[in-house]
């Protein structure tokens, strides 16, 4: 039986304003494991607040297609040229291996739908010869049975983004995908190297049956449901900082996880916490009248210089809201029709304003577009051509339906964009987008922006990798 609404976890916390604004923390697991213990109280706060934002905006092309771009080597390069010759041999026999086994992984359910594990198998790890190596180590973590099972369920921040459109909410994004992406692409050569052969090394010993994961997505969802929330399990599911360091590891490795774990706090937390923080500041600001709901990973608001720790620096009173404890409305009701009703907004974030009627997909459609958000994004290349084709001929009924949707809500500024958006994208999740150019109507703005000897004395760095791959923010 679930636990009383006073007893459940609560991830809501409240700025303090009339009208009240929410910070609420999400993880990357499928929403269907943990929808019965969110309070609702943290459910009202959704469904009231009629401006959404989230990370990134995980149904927007541009994002995907900027994602994708992100995760390939350099034109002409292969996995295979830049490589150590003993990971590459290793890494291609571990997904042989994987890919003789998931037919044997997938549930009933899976099946049902009609999901293939050759297909499943592509979606993951297709085009994976052409990936860059810090790329090939979160997919290679990705490949497990248990991660396999859960797919073609949404994780839950990518339910809410579904949710609100649905509910026809404004919805925005409040990083670019480089702002996530160039962090895990900035580490060197060798630290790679050593993250990976550590990654191989924990999958060989998992099906030579000698390793155990100290943390898996289980412990993740029970410590979400009904455990402590400062468990720095939160951290690893949002940020992708592993612990690296262990007095156990050889000195030079030492070293390196030394600096790696120092160069992942700086870049993905505190460095992303800062920025975030401030450019919640500045919506706030810039729509005083509006009650904002921001979704973002549970570690963000969890430990040191946190987000909520930036508003308050700038004056926010920001305080938990406990499970069961009542919303305060206020001027809400009265700014949702204010707001409803407004023709413009003079702002520089960019939100969309005109929204379509509520489009249900048919049943196969929204299954393929539930397995595809659940992929480690991007999904493989060739597999989002894939989707793209299929949609394509569906874009001249849709329009004769129902207006398109004009997905500007990233939060950049076109001169913050160091590239230019691809001029079309038909691709992902069941949307058929086709972004409007620059100059038309309401804005001038546009889409931004791891041998057996050692398996004990790493453990603790490879505990992370298992948590943090069910999408990336990712985190």
């Not at 929403?31 to 934002?53: C, G, L, M």
């Not at 040191?304 to 305080?319: C, P, S």
């Not at 005109?354 to 958000?373: A, G, I, W």
Request: charged share 25%; glycine share 4%; proline share 6%.
């Amino acid at each position: 039986p679930l636990p009383q609404q006073s007893e459940l976890n609560s991830f809501l916390w409240t700025i303090k304003r009339d009208p009240p604004s929410y910070f609420f923390g999400t993880i990357h697991v499928p929403y269907t494991r943990i929808w019965d213990f969110i309070p609702e109280n943290s459910k009202k706060a959704f469904q009231q607040s009629h401006i959404v934002y989230f990370e990134l905006d995980l149904t927007d092309p541009y994002t995907i297609s900027a994602l994708t771009s992100c995760q390939l080597l350099p034109q002409g390069e292969n996995l295979q040229d830049v490589l150590p010759h003993d990971i590459y041999r290793r890494l291609k026999q571990h997904l042989e291996y994987v890919k003789l086994m998931m037919p044997s992984w997938m549930t009933p359910d899976q099946r049902g739908k009609g999901l293939y594990a050759d297909y499943l198998f592509n979606a993951i790890a297709g085009n994976w010869e052409r990936k860059r190596p810090v790329w090939v180590m979160l997919m290679v973590n990705s490949l497990t049975e248990v991660d396999i099972k859960s797919r073609g369920v949404p994780v839950l921040d990518l339910y809410l983004a579904q949710e609100a459109e649905r509910l026809r909410k404004q919805m925005g994004a409040v990083e670019k995908v480089e702002e996530q992406c160039h962090p895990l692409n900035g580490l060197n050569f060798s630290q790679v190297v050593f993250a990976l052969n550590h990654t191989l090394l924990q999958q060989e010993s998992l099906r030579a049956g000698s390793f155990q994961i100290p943390y898996t997505t289980e412990d993740l969802i029970k410590h979400y449901n009904c455990g402590d929330l400062s468990s720095i399990i939160f951290n690893h599911d949002t940020s992708q900082v592993p612990n690296f360091v262990n007095a156990t590891l050889p000195a030079h490795e030492r070293i390196t996880a030394q600096e790696i774990d120092s160069y992942f706090r700086q870049e993905l937390i505190y460095k992303r916490n800062e920025r975030m923080g401030r450019r919640v500041k500045d919506l706030l600001e810039e729509y005083p009248d509006k009650s904002f709901f921001f979704a973002f990973g549970a570690g963000h608001f969890m430990g040191n210089n946190t987000v909520i720790d930036v508003l308050r620096r700038e004056g926010y009173e920001v305080e938990h809201t406990p499970a069961g404890q009542a919303i305060n409305n206020r001027k809400l009701r009265k700014t949702l029709l204010a707001f409803s009703s407004s023709s413009s907004a003079r702002s520089p974030y960019v939100m969309s304003r005109e929204l379509p009627l509520p489009f249900y997909p048919r049943k196969e459609e929204k299954e393929e577009k539930d397995l595809l958000s659940h992929l480690l994004l991007p999904d493989g290349i060739d597999v989002l051509e894939k989707v793209a084709r299929k949609y394509k001929k569906k874009k001249k009924k849709q329009q004769k339906k129902q207006r398109l949707r004009q997905f500007n809500d990233l939060w950049v500024r076109l001169e913050e964009s160091a590239t230019d958006p691809p001029p079309q994208i038909r691709i992902i999740n069941g949307y058929t987008v086709e972004p409007q150019p620059r100059g038309h109507g309401r804005s001038s703005h546009a889409h931004s922006d791891i041998n057996s000897t050692h398996q004990l004395s790493h453990s603790l760095f490879l505990s992370l990798l298992t948590l943090t791959l069910h999408m990336i923010w990712l985190h």
